[in-house]
């Protein structure tokens, strides 16, 4: 298996388990970090054991991605149960219970997923200086990991493309089967009463769930059903916003419910190799892991500062630009604009936790234009997307935020009051249309 997985830290092994700790692969299928903790246990005849650990004072904790988080972690935890792979849940600080963890069963070593965000490095960091055992890394998120595919930030997609299509044949093939984690293991599995964990958790309850089925199964039909009614379209539909032309597998890929390699092998196995196929896997693989190359490289991704210098230099210079609207964060909250078409764009946000890809650029595009600032306008924009979007605190959204405010990924375009040389983008191209709205579908 081409490796996907880095020694973080060299140690001491423990005499117990190898620890698998499952953060952002939320998955027992076709999960790398899984996997390759499982044969570093039978390479020493040793068991796997996976801990979860969750942590309510994770920022913009909600109902809403709490209780999809759950759902989906119940699954897994059945599944990866039934292969004798004790799966055991944990509430509280994340680095300080999996340390505690580790020196109560005297675990073997650790295995993690790799995460490029803030919070995920603040931890690794406090598990790296305060164990001794061997800690590897793995990523599961990424097709080509994100240290292999490119050394350095990114300019944009076509400086992107070239390099991760340099790698990627080397990792496009089926992960091991389910069967082969399979381990003989006797244990008595802990008792898990999701509905009351969900209960006590102390986070936001005004942003209420959603709609939309979690795991593995609900990622796996989400899949076939796009496969089967819409990719044959996507090339063309994709930004009509009256219709819902996209894959909406958005959020199981945020969770790790499913893979982004399992997804891209089913449609390249399943689908003519035409211009909808090329048009999705360009958002799959380029364009989803642009932005984790994004996050990995620039600690400043989700603020101004990490904004391209051309970008910052003429956002800077039109900061004083007369606007004729002005709004605050309440007001974008409660959708109260002058737009029909934003405030319709964020109620459908605030309710269903989606939002059209074509109009999240409109969304994002026109927060910069009704804003005193363009470092208002990213902070209100990404406190947002973090709060209701079910795919939201993920790379694609502090890409997606800093892409429409800060040219990131973009190049200068014509001089124009308030954006300078940021892409405009107007509503004369959604005239006449209703966007599609998903609260009116039924599962
Ligand atoms: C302001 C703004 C905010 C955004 N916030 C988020 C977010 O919080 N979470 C999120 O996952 N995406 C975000 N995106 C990117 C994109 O809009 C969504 O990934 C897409 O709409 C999700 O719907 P889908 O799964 O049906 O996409 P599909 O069109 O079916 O695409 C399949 C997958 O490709 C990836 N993808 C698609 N478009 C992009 C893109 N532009 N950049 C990176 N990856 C992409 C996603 O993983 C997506 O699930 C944002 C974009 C903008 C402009």
Known sequence: ???????????????????YWMSREQRASNNPGLIF??????????????????????????????????????????????????????????PSIIISYLHLHKNALLVIDFNPLHHAL?????????????IYEVDGHNIVPCWIASEKQEFAARTFRPKINRHLYEFLYPMPENETLRQEYSFIPETTDWKEILSSLK???SVEPVKKSSGETAARKTLQTFIHERIGRYATERNHIETDGCSGLSPYLHFGQISALEIALKVMNDTPAD??????????????????????????????????????????QHQRDEREHLYSLADFEQARTHDELWNKTQSVLVKSGTMHNYLRMF????????????????????YLNDKYQLDGRDPNGYTGCAWCIGGVHDRPWFNRPIFGNIRYMGANKFKNKQPFDPNLETE
């Open 1 to 19: 298996m081409k490796n996907r997985s880095r020694l973080l830290q060299q140690g001491t092994p423990g005499t117990g388990n190898v620890l």
């Open 37 to 94: 903790a499982a044969n570093l246990a039978k390479e020493r005849g040793k068991h796997l054991e996976v801990l979860f650990v969750l942590d309510d004072t994770f920022p913009e904790a909600n109902q809403r991605s709490f209780s999809f988080l759950l759902e989906g972690l119940q699954e897994t935890k059945t599944t990866l149960e039934s292969l004798n792979i004790p799966f055991n849940l944990r509430l509280g600080n994340i």
């Open 122 to 134: 603040a931890w690794k960091k406090e598990l790296l200086s305060s164990l001794s055992i061997p």
């Open 203 to 205: 986070i936001d309850r």
């Open 275 to 316: 211009a909808n196929r090329e048009a999705f896997l360009e958002q799959l693989i380029v364009r989803r892991e642009l932005a984790e190359n994004f996050c990995y490289h620039n600690p400043d991704y989700d603020s101004f500062d990490g904004f391209p210098s051309w970008a910052k230099k003429t956002l800077l």
């Open 363 to 382: 969304w994002g595009k026109k927060i910069l234009e009704w804003s005193p600032s363009a470092e208002e306008a990213m902070q209100i924009a990404v």
